[in-house]
């Protein structure tokens, strides 16, 4: 075999690591679970673990525009809302009230979680980890694991 065909035969770019869509150059080496969680992407959202109540959420939402209100006008938190305002909230609230009367616990899908528990578990162990910073790459789509005494070191100098 002639050297051209041996150097078309070798890789071009050698790859430090099994999963070249993470590139780990911390001191703590990742276990493979991580590794799949981070390889889902830094936008990836997992479920969450309890399903809203739609009429919890709009009692917040109600005490949101109150407290937006009386911010408004500057005035103690004890003024009503104004009667158009109160009567388009009772509107969604009568909405809400029938959407959820409406669903018979034996008919409602099942809530499925989009991560296994061991991944829940490594999500969870690299959100506590602050020893690590966890970044897109500059170039490329590649997600860069890295110290974060040495990244803020890099951001100082």
Known sequence: MQEWEQAIQQPLVTVYQENSSILNISSRSLTQLEEEVLTLGLKFAPTPRKVPDPLEFFEKYH?????QYNKLIARPSNNPLPTIIEEHLTQIKTRLED????KDP????????????DHQQALS??????????KPADK??????????????EGLS
């Open 63 to 67: 005490n949101q525009c109150q407290w």
């Open 99 to 102: 959407i959820t009367n409406l």
């Open 106 to 117: 034996e008919k409602q899908k099942r809530y499925y979680h989009n991560l296994s528990r």
């Open 125 to 134: 162990n690299l959100r506590k980890d602050k020893s690590l910073t966890i």
């Open 140 to 153: 490329g789509t590649c997600i860069v694991v890295q110290d974060t005494k040495k990244y803020l070191e």
